[in-house]
């Protein structure tokens, strides 16, 4: 059974400063890992969809990496801002099975 | 872009109670999902479906059910509430057409029940 570990599962910088989030999973067999933003009592926005043929994505300031045989995924995000401040979670997906979610890291970034 | 509107942001029901909680999704996707969230344990998959009048059943399914009438609409029913059931309710949807390993799940804002 697949599962999802992200550590750490809490996070304080301050601002300006580059981070990195973890990801790993167990079944390297998988088709996609998608990379989540999750604000205090709302819903989850996808950030990065990286399918398993790539190695990363980048959408401004951020930038996710997928090593699909070492089974591990890393969010990189640059400047850090307090607008950061947030719950990421990483899944992963194979076919059309519903995603298996880590449990998340939170992130505070200190003006 | 896509949209899924969860019915209510905040519950509160009694214990024993039928409790409905309807998700409704605008972009014609075929998978619609239930999930709780709780301090901890994070994302737990409750029901699942792939298309109208299916349902497959997720991590934790006892004490839920679910109805899918019409593609866009997917609804949890908690047949007799329970304090354990107080929780964070997340809906999601999405598509695999076009390419299969595109399949991005679309979040609603929510629905945070509490049962007294």
């Known amino acids: 059974k697949q599962e999802v570990t992200q550590i750490p599962a809490a996070l304080s910088v301050p601002e300006g400063e580059n981070l990195v989030l973890n990801c790993s999973f167990t079944?390297?067999?998988?088709?996609?890992l998608q990379w989540f933003r999750q604000d205090p009592g709302k819903g989850l926005t996808s950030l990065l969809l990286?399918?398993?043929?790539?190695r990363e994505q980048t959408s401004g300031r951020l930038n996710a990496s997928l090593d699909k045989s070492s089974g591990r995924s890393t969010l990189y995000i640059a400047a850090s801002q307090p607008g950061d401040s947030a719950t990421y979670l990483c899944?992963?997906?194979?076919?059309?099975?519903?995603?298996?979610f880590g449990k998340g890291t939170r992130l505070s970034v200190i003006a | 872009d896509v949209k899924v509107t969860q019915s209510s942001r905040y519950l509160v029901k009694r214990t024993g109670e039928k409790v409905f909680l309807e998700c409704v999704q605008d972009?014609?996707?075929?998978?619609m999902f239930w999930y709780r969230q709780d301090p901890g344990l994070g994302l737990r998959l409750i029901y699942f479906?792939?298309?109208?009048?299916?349902?497959e059943k997720g991590d934790i399914p006892e004490g839920y059910s679910v109805s899918r009438e019409k593609k866009e609409r997917f609804s949890l029913i908690l047949e007799s509430a329970s304090t354990n059931q107080t929780s964070m309710y997340l809906c999601?949807?999405?598509?695999?057409?076009?390419?299969?390993?595109?399949?991005?799940?679309?979040f609603g804002a929510g629905t945070r029940l509490s049962v007294l």
């Open positions: 999601a949807s999405s598509t695999i057409r076009g390419h299969l390993a595109k399949n991005i799940q679309y």
């Open positions: 079944d390297s067999a998988i088709y996609n």
């Open positions: 990286i399918q398993s043929s790539q």
């Open positions: 899944a992963v997906g194979k076919g059309n099975t519903p995603l298996v």
């Open positions: 972009m014609d996707h075929e998978n």
């Open positions: 479906s792939y298309d109208v009048k299916m349902k």
